[in-house]
């Protein structure tokens, strides 16, 4: 028996021993984050079965190997380079294992968080992780204000110091071993062949454990009916880099791309946004340009001349929170009383979870793709869109955009300038007398500058005003004493619900405030929540609850006291076409929306929503179903509400695939 296990100790360097040990330590560590990460989302964790929890270790095994390969191959190199009769020396061994503990450190304090981060986006690590590299100065605010980063230091510090003391204990017995005693003539020979077998193991490893065939993929997690289990089965270090990795290659806009026929997209999108009573213009050169045929007069006038428009654009400002669709939560009341004489769109869906989404979606008219973290800061923002900016300006319109914040971040200042924007209004731009938070001015400050902006630009002429929110964002440092009663916690929420109710405040108190100027009569308000938040329940694979928001137009000089409600069904992209509708019918646009107030179209009112962070996911509603491409590439449809309590149906995809060819061929197109 010792003579057996001599002769495997002689073939078998330790060297490969230590890096078998290291992986092995690797894997457990991985698997522990694993189990953090379920606790942390708990309450998703406890609506799946114990079999699909299991199901979710199993098959989360091979996206481990995936991502050990990643972080350790350098180690693998060190031991294969390393002579196996000699080892290394003091001074190199202490550097292994100093690198080891580092490794055990990091990775663990980048996995732990991760629960977090699945609790704000509904997402695995993805390219979030470097889109606001560049940014330090906002993200590492709100995370020290916004998560318990102090518990995460220390159970990061508790439990590496404990993983990284039992594996030195193993490390240091198997680095004490002899050294391999090969003679001359197999010490070469012996050393290829065991780098080489090492190395097929490893590709193999970051194959999930294929010899053949595709590679580990997002959809080799799906093991599942639960979502939840299904991406509790991914690891975070595979899932960042290869949403990295997908952008740079931009293997993401050759799938799209790839989808359908050109010559049938344009069919399917000229169905999709051009409506009965419109007329293309010049469709061999704009194939979506067009107007409506006998459109008439403008429906609004302001004492002989255009009526101003001013945007407001609310951070995180949900619909599940809004009381005048339906919520029981009284948080909103500034707003809800608004609505009582306004119009009021209650089926409305944001281009996307992070302002930026909606900011391009609303001012340029057209979806936030997926395959794009960011299409604001890509060169495909400076096309020819039919922004509404653009559109205003072309009918003597001045304009503004007021924010809180640094113009700079996600592309503000560049994408708005280059679609029509005169003037940039930021932080920088503010004086010492405001509320200033972390992330910027607070939003009753930014509202009274707005007025003044207004007030003075309404005696030039007609204006359009841009107004983009920011207090209602992590690390809600909102001003103290708070104007209102502090707010319980929501029940499913998982923000801070006094953020919503302090943008709702601030918006009554503006609105108050316009009233008393004389250009109030003159203007017509839309305010939009540039997002919703984490809301329980998940109804389907596509959080649809994360992008529903409210839409309201308020203009009651102009537009009457009387509040209605519309449930058609839209987004950002219809903004544009619905103010022009009230300005200018026959104006040309090449817009993908639609009017919200023109008749009712079921089969082509639609909303596009895709989750931040770069990936293939995207929701497409029509009516009350939502057809859906999850991260793994297949497609879903479901009937849903989205009223209170909101509901969803099974997976509809084999019972109706008529109307889900038919949602995907308009949806892709």
Not at 277 to 294: C, D, K
Not at 341 to 366: K, P
């Amino acid at each position: 028996m010792n003579d057996a296990r001599s002769r495997w100790k002689s073939l078998l360097p330790r060297e490969f021993v230590f890096f078998a040990v290291l992986g092995a330590f690797t894997i457990l560590a991985f698997e522990l984050a694993r189990v953090s990460f379920a606790i942390r989302n708990l309450e998703l964790a406890r609506a799946c079965t114990s079999r699909q929890l299991l199901g979710a270790f199993a098959v989360g095994l091979r996206f481990d190997l995936a991502a050990a390969v990643l972080v350790l191959w350098p180690f693998y190199v060190a031991c294969v380079l390393v002579d196996p009769r000699k080892g290394f020396s003091a001074r190199g061994r202490r550097r292994l294992l100093a690198a080891c503990y580092a490794l055990f450190t990091v990775s663990g304090l980048f996995l732990l968080c991760e629960g977090e981060f699945y609790a704000t986006f509904d997402q695995r690590y993805n390219t979030l992780l470097v889109d606001y590299a560049d940014r330090p100065g906002f993200v590492l605010p709100m995370i020290w204000g916004g998560f318990p980063v102090l518990r995460y230091l220390a159970l990061a510090a508790a439990s590496s110091v404990a993983l990284c003391l039992a594996f030195r204990a193993v490390a240091r017995r198997v680095l004490d071993r002899p050294a391999c005693d090969w003679g001359p003539r197999a010490y070469r020979i012996r050393r290829l062949a065991l780098a080489l077998a090492g190395g097929f193991l490893l590709v193999v490893a970051f194959r999930g454990g294929r010899l053949g065939g595709r590679p580990l993929s997002w959809s080799d997690a799906g093991h599942s009916s639960s979502v939840f289990a299904n991406d509790l089965a991914l690891n975070g270090i595979f899932t960042g880099t290869r949403s990295i990795w997908d952008r740079l290659s931009h293997r993401n806009d050759e799938r799209f791309a790839r989808a359908m026929d050109p010559a049938e997209a344009l069919r399917a999108a000229r169905e999709l946004v051009v409506r009965p009573g419109e007329e293309l213009v010049q469709p061999e050169r704009l194939p979506l340009a067009r107007r409506r045929v006998e459109a008439g007069g403008p429906r609004l006038t302001a004492g002989g001349r255009p009526p101003n428009v001013v945007l407001v654009l609310c951070e995180s400002f949900s619909a599940r929170y809004v009381g005048a669709i339906g919520s029981p939560e009284a948080i909103t009341p500034e707003f809800d009383e608004l609505a009582r004489h306004g119009v009021l769109f209650d089926r409305i869906f944001s281009a996307g979870s992070h302002t930026h989404q909606a900011v391009f979606s609303v001012v340029a008219s057209f979806p936030h793709l997926p395959g794009h973290s960011s299409l604001m800061r890509e060169q495909l923002a400076r096309g020819p869109f039919s922004s509404l900016p653009e559109l205003l300006g072309r009918r003597g319109y001045s304009s503004v955009f007021l924010y809180g914040g640094d113009l700079d971040f996600d592309g503000y200042q560049n994408f708005l300038t280059s679609h029509g924007i005169e003037r940039m209004i930021g932080v920088d731009d503010f004086g010492p007398d405001v509320r200033r938070g972390e992330l910027g001015v607070a939003d009753e400050d930014l509202f009274r500058r707005a007025n003044e902006e207004f007030e003075a630009m309404d005696r030039a002429g007609p204006f359009f005003g841009f107004v983009l929110t920011l207090s209602n964002h992590s690390p809600f440092d909102l001003p103290t004493p708070l104007p209102f009663p502090s707010v319980s916690p929501v029940q499913g929420g998982r923000n801070q619900p006094n953020g919503i109710r302090y943008t709702s405040w601030a918006l009554g108190r503006f609105l108050e405030e316009a009233r008393r100027k004389a250009y109030f009569d003159r203007t017509l308000f839309v305010v939009m929540g540039d997002h919703g938040r984490q809301i329980e329940p998940r109804l389907t694979p596509h959080h649809l609850l994360l992008f529903h928001v409210p839409l309201l137009l308020y203009a009651p000089a102009l537009l009457g006291e009387s509040g209605r409600v519309v449930s058609s069904t839209g987004g950002g992209v219809d903004v544009a076409p619905t103010v022009l509708g009230l300005l200018d019918p026959g104006a040309v646009h090449q817009s993908w929306g639609r009017d919200l107030l023109g008749p009712p179209d079921p089969d082509r009112d639609f909303a596009l929503c895709s989750p931040s962070g770069g990936g293939d996911e995207v929701g497409f509603v029509q009516g009350d179903r939502l057809w859906q491409l999850d991260r793994s590439g297949r497609e879903h449809l479901y009937r849903v509400d989205v009223g209170v309590p909101p509901g969803a149906s099974e997976d509809l995809r084999d019972e109706e695939p008529e109307r889900c060819r038919r949602m995907r061929r308009l949806a892709l197109g």
